[in-house]
């Protein structure tokens, strides 16, 4: 069993709908939790950290965090063709992020 | 640019030759990554160096794989006798220490090498 499950998609949806993308984990030692943004031919880009679990908002992004299920969600609201891209979770034990554990990306669509 | 950069952007080499990838982290950054990533897959660590510390060997899949970094700043990933499961795209990314807050987490990613073992 991998130590971050996410569902690779891929993902479609019309412009304008809420999406939500979601990880799950085995290891209760995670803390730190993250989300990454990848263009086609980019490198990942970081979205959204969270410490622990509650939720944390940035604009259209809102990431949760429930630690008790081990389970982490990133919603996007009035999605744009723009948002089309790799959507990777990620996460890490401790603050000094030595080593970052990634999911294997949910590929998101948004058709115009 | 201010980014992280690496060379070259595509690799096509045949079975069994030497190839040697590089990353030119951030200047400033103390941290530096590589990792791999498959086709429908995660990004999977291979190494990764802190400053004048040991690096964290511990991803790398086999011994034919070695990554230095030089002077604390530009590294290269050599995969010797290349196979074709090595096809992949090869990602270097760096990151600022000794900072408190949520900006210590932030990796900053290149595009990435991609490689292709015919």
């Known amino acids: 069993q991998k130590e971050v499950e996410q569902d690779p998609g891929p993902l479609s949806v019309p412009e304008g709908a809420i999406v939500s993308l979601n990880c799950t984990y085995s290891n209760s030692a995670f803390q730190y939790f993250m989300w990454y943004r990848q263009y086609s031919r980019k490198g990942p880009e970081l979205l959204m950290y969270?410490?622990?679990?509650g939720n944390k908002e940035d604009g259209r992004f809102t990431a949760q965090v429930d630690k008790s299920s081990k389970y982490i969600s990133l919603f996007i609201r009035d999605s744009q063709p723009s948002d089309s891209a790799t959507y990777l979770c990620?996460?890490?034990?401790?603050?000094?992020?030595?080593?970052?554990?990634f999911g294997s990306g949910t590929r998101l669509s948004i058709r115009p | 640019g201010a980014g992280v950069s690496q060379s070259p952007s595509n690799k096509v080499t045949e079975k069994g030759k030497d190839v040697e990838l590089r990353c030119d982290p951030i200047?400033?950054?103390?941290?530096l990554y590589w990792y791999r990533q498959s086709l429908g897959q995660g990004l999977e660590f291979l190494i990764y160096?802190?400053?004048?510390?040991?690096?964290?060997k511990s991803g790398l899949p086999s011994d034919r794989f070695s990554a230095e970094r030089t002077g604390g700043s530009v590294s290269t990933l050599t995969i010797q006798r290349t196979q074709q499961e090595d096809s992949a795209v090869y990602l270097c990314?760096?990151?600022?220490?000794?900072?408190?807050?949520?900006?210590?987490?932030?990796?900053?990613f290149g595009p990435g090498t991609r490689l292709l073992v015919l």
């Open positions: 990314a760096s990151r600022i220490t000794g900072l408190a807050g949520p900006s210590q987490e932030t990796q900053y």
């Open positions: 200047s400033g950054h103390t941290a």
């Open positions: 990620a996460m890490s034990a401790d603050s000094s992020a030595s080593k970052i554990i």
């Open positions: 160096f802190q400053g004048n510390s040991a690096p964290d």
């Open positions: 969270t410490y622990s679990s």
